[in-house]
């Protein structure tokens, strides 16, 4: 397969980061996403280590996306759902390669919001989408500033609406956040951005 060359212009990724509460914001989001959605969806959700997760196929019965746990080496496709496996940080490298890795924690999670940003951003510049849904703590909010610096766009989920407020204040508290949505019109705007795109 050859690698994803990037159209200068287009939004070629989008990214996006949960933590407590993020199931029922992911099949939100990913459920009112349309089926040809011409980008793949990088999904870090904090998972127990210690079980077997279900996430994929919870997820792939609420949205028409495809859903899946990322793979190593593993090459990215339109309308794909990739989801970081409990316990392994989810990269993305130039060319829509993914790479998982078992490195350290990141705020004491792994896999870490906060490294996938930043890969899109290292990866992808202009055009990646980084979002951040509900969930305790901090992570993402480093990764927001670092696709913010690239000339990404980021969203975050309204803290007034998220179950828990942690990290959509985090991110928001960087000052580098383009929309700041309550989590039933954040699918709208992406669908927007990516179609906007192509015209």
Known sequence: MQPIEPVPGR???VAVASSAGGIH???TVLGALDAELPVPVLVVQHLDPRHRTVIAEVLDRRTELDVKLAEDHEQIGP????????????LVRPGGWLA?????????VRPS????????????GPQAIACVLTGTGR????????????GGTVIVQDPATAEFKGMPEAAVGTGTV???LPLEEIAAVISGLVEAKRQ
């Open 11 to 13: 939004f070629e990724v």
């Open 178 to 180: 383009d929309f700041v």
């Open 113 to 124: 919001a906060d490294l996938l940003f930043e890969s899109v951003a290292g990866a992808y």
């Open 25 to 27: 914001g992911l099949a």
């Open 79 to 90: 309308g794909m759902v990739y989801i970081a496996p409990p316990d392994r940080h989810l």
């Open 139 to 150: 992570d993402g909010a480093m990764g927001v500033d670092a696709v913010k610096s690239r």
């Open 100 to 108: 998982l890795t078992d490195s350290e924690l990141v705020h004491f």
